[in-house]
Antibody, heavy 118, light 108 residues
Framework: QVQLVQSGAEVKKPGASVKVSCKAS????????ISWVRQAPGQGLEWMGW????????NYAQKLQGRVTMTTDTSTSTAYMELRSLRSDDTAVYYC???????????WGQGTLVTVSS | EIVLTQSPGTLSLSPGERATLSCRAS???????LAWYQQKPGQAPRLLIY???SRATGIPDRFSGSGSGTDFTLTISRLEPEDFAVYYC?????????FGQGTKVEIK
């Protein structure tokens, strides 16, 4: 069965960086893209960006351009999201999600809580 | 960027009632790329509907989606206790995605 398993919770200080991993199993990793979506406490869903697991092409949300980098390691079927220059408003649960051809997200990771606090 | 506006913000209904949720886009969205998700507290979102009207695998037929252009609707024909949750619409276009702000369906 398809599974996306994310790394554990992180606590970071303002200005630091965080790297969250998302290990895929149960399907051919390079056949699908991965999106990253975050959700601040009590708020809605915010799309952060997408990466093709086939060729590494990326597209990032404009507001995060320059601070976010998404990568994949096809040898381990793992996607990564790195966010730099963290601020308190980056505190959120970060999800990875598999992208279907219809532009929808059919499988999601369990979420990773990133807390930014001094 | 296409903005999705969901209404109402909160819907207070009783089990067995019909729920109608609206998602309006700031510009036309391809029906192929409009999806709906359900999210319960402490859980990841769950795909309900894709392509505006196709149910995802395992989704009960009380959930249906409709609409085109800028106006889309998610209907839950008879609310079950497990349907009380937050619902989000989402669109895809030009290699980017946006979500609506969500509609909370709560028990009246």
């Amino acid at each position: 069965q398809v599974q996306l398993v994310q790394s554990g919770a992180e606590v970071k200080k303002p200005g630091a960086s965080v790297k969250v991993s998302c290990k895929a199993s149960g399907y051919t990793f390079t056949s699908y893209g991965i999106s990253w979506v975050r959700q601040a406490p009590g708020q809605g869903l915010e799309w952060m960006g997408w990466i093709s697991a086939y060729n590494g092409n990326t597209n990032y949300a404009q507001k995060l351009q320059g601070r976010v980098t998404m990568t994949t390691d096809t040898s381990t079927s793992t996607a990564y999201m790195e966010l730099r220059s963290l601020r308190s408003d980056d505190t959120a649960v970060y999800y990875c999600a598999r992208v279907l051809g219809y532009g929808c997200h059919d499988y999601w990771g369990q979420g990773t809580l990133v807390t930014v606090s001094s | 960027e296409i903005v999705l506006t969901q209404s109402p913000g909160t819907l207070s209904l009783s089990p067995g009632e019909r729920a109608t949720l609206s998602c309006r886009a700031s510009q036309s969205v391809s029906s192929s790329y409009l999806a709906w998700y359900q999210q319960k507290p402490g859980q990841a979102p769950r795909l309900l509907i894709y392509g505006a009207s196709s149910r995802a695998t395992g989704i009960p037929d009380r959930f249906s989606g409709s609409g085109s252009g800028t106006d889309f609707t998610l209907t839950i024909s008879r609310l079950e206790p497990e349907d009380f949750a937050v619902y989000y619409c989402q669109q895809y276009g030009s290699s980017s995605w946006t979500f609506g702000q969500g509609t909370k369906v709560e028990i009246k």
